[in-house]
């Protein structure tokens, strides 16, 4: 068949439905219904079109777009019950052609209906890109400590690489009453010059400058928890280190321990049947009467989470809780007869820190600060930044004595008698 005598009749045949549509709708405005005649007019347009066969597919494609303008004009029209374009959608002569309808080389496939979902309807990138997310202008970080070491000591500011002090040693000769023209009693004190040396902690960290540029949330989150990691070593330090090479000298390295209750009333504190039946408050009360022994008042109690847990859990032979002399005061804050506790996970586990802490100083020679640079190794023509985060500082411990390190099940064992 001709394409010229197809384009034609197709024509002919879209005229004469839309012209009987229009009839239609002007009857169904007039009287609220549709002569039968008219309906069997659309039904023989819609058949000769249908008898037209053997179409190309783009013929095919262009008839289908024509019908779907057809309808589209239709669906704004005055309706009775159903609007004519979907009476003709649904009617058997169209439906036939949608299925009998063939080209040159084959028969069309129609893709069938299905449900709407985010998997089948979105093909074309990723679900995220075509639906736009609500998302946080903050970065959500992993839980670090709430508390840090250093809230324990006032700090104060240095010059030079040496905090220097000098310390009494010891006291030659004592007073004494004095008869009248009589030699008054000499004595002597000792001094020594003690030095606590600053020392670096840093870390650093290199970002390319696309990735500051594109997440605005990121320089904020180094500059508040690349300080964070930085005092989580910091803590570890002013606790426990060693003073050997580049580590400071901690508050554990010249404290009290298990061993100095020996030899004093403390020692013999609880005669009880078994080591189980002394409580972690018993402990606190043996060491904060060591200190005293030895002229110190204990201000500042430092535990593990989990072990003040465990202490607050401690009951009785009738099961009644031993926390008589705990209290909280209006900030939230709990005191075991008077002295506030602090809890650290840079505390092993097991291990309690009770001690004053005017007893020691941080010294600040360089204060915590976050640099960000594009002139390192070869960030200028990678585009990298680096990022660092560091301090200078010396702790200085004017008592060493005047903190009690050592763990809870020691101290049991220290102070108990066991029969």
């Given at each position: ?16 439905i839309e012209s009987r549509i229009e009839k239609a709708n002007a009857q169904a405005t007039e009287a609220g219904q549709v002569a039968s005649e008219v ?381």
């Open positions: 068949m001709d394409e010229n005598i197809i384009k034609s009749q197709l024509s002919t045949l879209k005229s004469d309906k069997n007019e659309i039904t023989n347009a819609i058949n000769k079109w249908n008898e037209t066969s053997k179409l190309t597919q783009d013929q095919v494609d262009s008839m289908a777009t024509d019908l779907k303008k057809i309808k589209e004009g239709v669906m704004g029209a005055a309706q009775v019950n159903k609007s004519f374009a979907d009476r003709i959608a649904e009617h058997d002569g169209f439906k036939s052609y949608v299925s009998k309808a063939t080209k040159t080389s084959g028969s069309i496939e129609l893709k069938s209906a299905g449900t709407m979902t985010n998997s089948a309807s979105i093909t074309d990138g990723s679900v995220n890109g075509f639906i736009a997310p609500t998302r946080l202008d903050t970065i959500v970080p992993i839980k670090r400590e709430m508390f840090n070491i250093r809230q324990l000591f006032s700090v104060i500011p240095m010059t030079g690489n040496i905090f220097a002090f000098p310390q009494e040693t010891a006291v030659d000769g004592v007073p004494a009453m004095t008869a009248e023209a009589n030699d008054k009693p000499l004595t002597d004190n000792d001094f020594e010059l003690k030095e606590a040396p600053a020392r670096k902690l840093a870390h650093h960290k290199r970002i390319s400058e696309e990735l500051l540029n594109d997440i605005p949330a990121l320089a904020g989150f180094l500059q508040t928890y690349g300080v964070q990691e930085l005092l989580k070593v910091e803590d570890t330090q002013l606790l426990a280190g060693n003073g050997l090479s580049q580590n400071l000298t901690g508050i554990a390295a010249g404290a009290l321990s298990d061993a100095n209750f020996a030899a004093t009333p403390f020692a013999t504190m609880r005669e009880l049947s078994a080591v189980a039946d002394t409580t972690n408050w018993d402990c606190l009360i043996a060491i904060m009467g060591l200190l005293a022994a030895n002229k110190h008042t204990a201000n500042t109690i430092v535990m593990n989470p989990a072990d003040w847990y465990i202490t607050m859990a401690s009951i009785g032979t009738d099961g009644h809780y031993l926390n008589k002399n705990l209290v909280f005061d209006n900030a939230g804050q709990a005191r075991f007869m008077g002295v506030p506790i602090s809890l650290s996970t840079s505390v092993t586990q097991g291990t309690v820190y009770v001690g004053d802490n005017a007893a020691a100083q941080i010294a600040q020679r360089e204060g915590i600060s976050v640099r960000l640079y594009d002139q390192d190794q070869d960030n200028a023509i990678k585009n990298l930044v680096t990022v660092v985060i560091e301090e200078r500082l010396a702790f200085p411990i004017y008592y060493p004595t005047a903190w009690y390190v050592d763990t809870f099940a020691n101290t049991k064992v220290a102070i108990s008698t066991l029969t």
